[in-house]
């Protein structure tokens, strides 16, 4: 029966309403080896709740967090979230870039096949002794503007848990048309395009790339939406031209949208926008632009309803 898989457990996909399908709840990115100029979103369970409160409270009804093993996943963390604030929380899986795959999945020492069947191991048979199931695979993503090949492996293990299971894959391609790369990897090995999110779009905001993606029949996801920086430099303005581009085209249902919270900056508590940015801003400007209800409720409800549907 088709089911949408939170960390509860299965729902019907017609319960799930306006989602933030590329989030974090919390998350260390600063530990890598000589570099110390990254981030990370504090574990702080009230003020995360109180910030999830507020979403939930503006309309909110799901959020994706694609926290990966090596940067702080946390199945138990999530599942207490879920119960705490009334939302449909959905759990990623896989391994996000090379700098933070973790070395206890020996990604350098697997094969493509036992990497996969890890993968749908967990998808299985939930996390450990958690026992909570992962309801998408991502965020799976590259360092460089290329696929090295240790991604390339992890890119194939995924495709190949994917076809087994039917969940559906969203990806990291920052700066690059990576994502384009990515894409052609998870069709060689047979994954169904319909199936992948490429994620972080408008940090490459080149219209021909979009089209290139959705040509080949996958998603887009504008994920980087209210961030400190983009708006600092007037690119959400770029964004939500690209996007009304997009929909004059009719590719609304080819069309994500979320706002990637993985510092603490970005808190409501800290000065940030907290979750509720799409809501408080970005929308109200996408409409103002011409993007109709309609349109709307197509990228932030129907999208994620359905790549998250698992048949």
Request: charged share 25%; with cysteine.
């Amino acid at each position: 029966m088709a089911h949408i898989q939170t960390v509860l457990g299965p729902i019907e996909p017609s319960a799930l309403g306006f989602t933030l399908p590329h989030e974090h709840t919390q998350i260390a990115l600063w530990h890598i080896q000589d570099r110390w100029d990254y981030w990370q979103l504090t574990r702080d369970e009230p003020v995360i709740l109180d910030e999830l409160a507020g979403y939930r409270a503006a309309g909110g009804s799901g959020l994706v967090d694609l926290t990966m093993p090596g940067v702080g996943r946390d199945p138990a963390w999530l599942r207490g979230l879920a119960e705490a604030s009334g939302l449909h929380v959905v759990m990623g899986c896989g391994w996000y870039r090379t700098a933070y795959y973790p070395a206890e999945a020996g990604i350098d020492r697997r094969s493509t096949g036992e990497l996969a069947d890890m993968l749908v191991a967990e998808i299985t048979d939930g996390v450990g002794e958690s026992g909570v199931r992962p309801g998408i695979l991502g965020e799976i993503g590259t360092d460089k503007p290329w696929v090295s090949p240790a991604e390339e492996r992890v890119h194939r293990a995924v495709a190949r848990a994917a076809n087994r299971t039917g969940l559906a894959i969203t990806t990291h391609a920052v700066l690059s048309d990576v994502g384009l790369a990515q894409l052609r990897i998870f069709e060689e090995e047979g994954t169904d395009p319909r199936r992948v999110v490429i994620g972080h779009a408008d940090s490459y905001p080149v219209l021909d790339h979009y089209l290139a993606i959705i040509e080949r029949g996958a998603n887009l996801e504008f994920d980087f939406i209210g961030m400190p920086w983009p708006r600092e430099h007037h690119a959400e303005t770029r964004t939500i031209e690209l996007v009304c581009e997009l929909l004059e085209r009719g590719h609304a249902d080819r069309i994500l949208l979320s706002q990637d919270v993985c510092n603490d900056d970005q808190l409501k508590a800290n000065g940030g926008s907290g979750y509720t940015y799409l809501f408080d801003s970005f929308l109200p400007r996408l409409r103002e632009a011409g993007a109709s209800d309609a349109e709307v409720e197509t990228i932030t409800v129907a999208n994620p309803r359905r790549l998250l549907t698992i048949e």
